[in-house]
């Protein structure tokens, strides 16, 4: 027998299928606060027509391929032994079919070897060498991903590392004289300069979880969607994020919406973020409340501790099949941090995320 609150939720289920049905779909493409030109590229492709899928993986293969940006592809952070390891997904609406990889090296663009694990093999997920050796197979060239502002970061973190007495072997050793830290690096990296310095510093106090998630809605209501990141820095190597675990990092349903995540993979992955999004916006749930109540049950997850939770960071973007979209981070934060990018026709703009937390 279906109780009241089955009842409930086939209706809102039934409801949500109308409303998509009955509004015109608009032309959108959403994504995390490093996608301005993301979206804009993006956006281009989907107003010429392009496939959404194709649109998305264009417009993150710029961040990918951006030396500065130290969270996604080139320029990555690397993990601990100094080496860049890749994770990355697609999905694609229309077809529902999907593709990812993980921990994949020498590859400056994991999206596009994701898009070809679906759309050129019988599987999804390929991880680590065997990832790299498919990628060959299908014509790509092995590449050095560091750059040499994350191979400055990952030896500063090296040499803030520290044993029970302070001592580290990556310095200099204990007959010379006392030195401060910034001098070390100066002496190591003598073309930095303070501000390059004390970002690195900042990388090495404070691991970053940067990526970046797109997804696009064209005027036919297709819609698809792409993670990809250099995932943790300092990670142990084959450490894999929710980047590439479809319905973790990113999940797009045709018929409703899709979903994507950055930010501490590892809680993503516990609530299986962009699935439970999606989820949500099928029984009813606005994006705002769908991403409100998957932050939620991250708290949960911490019992609400604040102090615990406030050790990372955490966001998640959705888009409705109606045009409705949201950004909402578990934290308030500053700046960038509690914005997405938005573009939905003309030129990117970032919007303010809502939050579950004020620090
Ligand atoms: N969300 C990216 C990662 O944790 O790897």
Redesign the pocket.
């Given at each position: 027998m279906i109780n009241r609150r089955e009842l409930f939720g086939a209706g809102a289920a039934l409801a949500a299928g109308q409303l998509a049905r009955a509004q015109a779909p608009k032309e959108l493409v959403i994504s995390s606060a490093n996608g301005l030109a993301a979206c804009k590229k993006a956006m281009e492709m989907v107003k010429a027509g392009a496939d959404t899928l194709d649109a998305v993986v264009a417009g993150v293969n710029i961040v990918e391929l951006d030396p500065h940006d130290n969270s996604v592809g080139y320029g990555g952070l690397p993990n601990e032994e100094g080496v860049v390891e890749l994770?990355a997904s697609v999905m694609h609406g229309p077809t529902r079919r999907c593709g990812s990889v993980a921990s994949i090296r020498s590859i400056k663009t994991p999206s596009n070897i994701a898009k070809l694990v679906m759309e050129q093999t019988d599987h999804i997920m390929l991880v680590g060498d065997n990832a790299l050796r498919f990628a060959k197979a299908m014509g790509y060239k092995e590449e050095d991903l560091l750059t040499e502002e994350s191979r400055l970061a990952w030896m500063t973190w090296k040499l803030s590392l520290r044993d029970k007495s302070g001592h580290n072997n990556w310095g200099p050793g204990v007959d010379a004289p006392p030195k401060r830290r910034t001098s070390e690096l100066k002496q190591l990296f003598p073309h930095a300069d303070d501000k390059l310095l004390a970002w690195a510093m900042e990388m090495a106090m404070h691991p970053p979880?940067g990526?970046i998630n797109c997804l696009a809605l064209n005027a036919k209501g297709e819609m698809s969607g792409t993670t990809t990141?250099s995932?943790?820095a300092w990670k142990i190597p084959g450490r894999v994020?929710?980047?590439p675990i479809i319905g973790a990092?990113l999940y797009v349903d045709q018929d409703y919406g899709g979903a994507g995540?950055?930010?501490?993979?590892?809680e993503?992955i516990r609530i299986c973020g962009a699935h439970t999004i999606v989820e949500n916006m099928r029984h009813g749930m606005t994006p705002k409340e769908a991403c409100l109540d998957a932050l939620k049950r991250i708290s949960r997850n911490f019992d609400n501790d604040k102090t615990r939770l406030g050790q990372f960071d955490i966001n998640f973007y959705a888009l409705r099949k109606d045009g409705l979209y949201a950004g909402a981070s578990l934290w308030k934060g500053q700046e960038h941090r509690a914005r997405f990018a938005v573009n939905d026709g003309g030129e990117s703009r970032h919007e303010d995320s809502i939050y579950l937390y004020e620090r």
């Open positions: 994770d979880t990526t990141t995932g943790l994020g929710d980047s990092g995540s950055t930010g501490r993979g590892e993503n």
